[in-house]
């Protein structure tokens, strides 16, 4: 980690997130100046997604996010031990906003016409500190996403904001279910409700995460 820091320099950070500390899975960190955490703070929303279901997506990961205005080029690795099962997550978020400015200058001065240069790719990631602002921001998306204010949805439309936030990782965290509730002006059992006609016929376990495979020790994780 501290390679990789010194090679890209201040604007690399470089940080090790242990599955079996969740929330707070941050026990390393480089340059933490650049998404502004430290060590003990929690994962971005878009690593709970990745946990959701972390034996089928890729192991090496690259995309575009942004941060608070930062461009960041960001690659999540999976680690496993010898029996396949994830244990940490390595993570680099590498600053390119002084980088893309410049290229978008370029582009537009070498353009011919309004169609000259493509805009890269941004995916806004929320990057804190507590988890329940990751839970937060992600209500916030899917809210501004659908259009909608929660008075004015109906009870399905609720249904498929839990759905999303059941999709995107949101339940592996202890106690969303009830920050979620507030947040749609509904009972913590009604969420409940929701999540059982939600999930596929046959997971079992908890109400708040999955349980079948490594989801399900995660989950367990969380709740210490």
Known sequence: MQGIAEM????????????????????AIEN?????RRQG?????LMLRSLRNVDEAPDVRIYVSSSEGKILKSLAVTLRDADGKAFA????NLDISEIVQVQRILSGLTAIGRLGGEAIPETEEIFAGDIRDVVAGMITKILNEMGKTPAAMSRDE????????E???????KRSAEQVAEALDLSRYTIFSYLK?????????STEAPAAGV????TRTVRR
Do not use: N, Q
């Open 158 to 165: 609720k249904m498929d904001v839990v759905k999303r936030l």
């Open 8 to 27: 890209f320099g201040p604007g690399c950070e470089v940080v090790l997130h242990d599955l079996s500390r969740l929330p707070h899975s941050i026990v």
């Open 32 to 36: 933490g100046g650049v998404t502004g």
């Open 89 to 92: 997550i390595l993570g680099v």
């Open 215 to 218: 989801a399900g020790d995660l």
């Open 197 to 205: 006609e939600i999930r596929r016929p046959g997971d079992a376990g």
């Open 41 to 45: 703070d929690v994962p971005t929303d």
């Open 167 to 173: 999709e995107r990782g949101a339940f592996l965290v």
